[in-house]
T-cell receptor, first 110, second 114 residues
Framework: GDSVTQMEGPVTLSEEAFLTINCTYT??????LFWYVQYPGEGLQLLLK?????DKGSNKGFEATYRKETTSFHLEKGSVQVSDSAVYFC?????????FGKGTKLSVKP | NAGVTQTPKFRVLKTGQSMTLLCAQD?????MYWYRQDPGMGLRLIHY???????AKGEVPDGYNVSRLKKQNFLLGLESAAPSQTSVYFC?????????????FGEGSRLTVL
């Protein structure tokens, strides 16, 4: 079945540092891929998505590129802010239901 | 602009008690889901529904039942609560049947079973 594996945290960075959170997937078809973000005490909300190979999703300075050859969808941001502190989930699916990674907690220090 | 609303937000139960979590969405979405979130486990799908009157099992359905009598509501029931069901429960909905549609989440319901 489909699966999503993402880098486990926690990740602690200083403000303005570069962020990468790795995500790889296995799927029988060609899944859409998503990054969701969960701020403390809230539900998950969509950060960005890509629906086919070589697509790049972007939002709020975050980017991720759908790499079919490496089955990856790594999340990157060039300069993180304290307000980016949250838990990030990679998700994907090719059969209607999304499979979520275990989440990566990011803490950004001033 | 409510989106997905879950009630209650917090609940404490004793082992063996029953309860129902209610999820309501006002976006006319066809698909609705119940997930549980546990530390180090991410989100795991309990049950889901592809339309009014339908339900299906997800990854971890044991100990839970669901009903979708109205399109806008998806109920999650625990008939006899166990400490292993202590978790944060999230409801979500989406419109499309394919794999491109965005999931919209509620704010979560924190359940503690003593």
């Amino acid at each position: 079945g489909d699966s999503v594996t993402q880098m486990e945290g926690p990740v602690t960075l200083s403000e303005e540092a570069f962020l990468t959170i790795n995500c790889t997937y296995t799927a029988t078809g060609y899944p859409s891929l998503f990054w969701y973000v969960q701020y403390p005490g809230e539900g998950l909300q969509l950060l960005l998505k890509a629906t086919k190979a070589d697509d790049k999703g972007s939002n709020k300075g975050f980017e991720a590129t759908y790499r079919k050859e490496t089955t990856s969808f790594h999340l990157e941001k060039g300069s993180v802010q304290v307000s980016d502190s949250a838990v990030y989930f990679c998700a994907g699916g090719s059969q209607g239901n999304l499979i979520f990674g275990k989440g990566t907690k990011l803490s950004v220090k001033p | 602009n409510a989106g997905v609303t879950q009630t209650p937000k917090f609940r404490v139960l004793k082992t063996g008690q029953s309860m129902t979590l209610l999820c309501a969405q006002d976006m006319n979405h066809e698909y609705m889901y119940w997930y549980r979130q546990d530390p180090g486990m991410g989100l795991r799908l309990i049950h889901y529904s592809v339309g009014e009157g339908t339900t299906a099992k997800g990854e971890v359905p044991d100990g839970y039942n669901v009903s979708r009598l109205k399109k806008q509501n998806f109920l999650l029931g625990l008939e006899s609560a166990a400490p292993s069901q202590t978790s944060v429960y999230f409801c979500a909905s989406r419109q499309t049947s394919g794999n491109t549609g965005e999931l919209f989440f509620g704010e979560g319901s924190r359940l503690t079973v003593l």
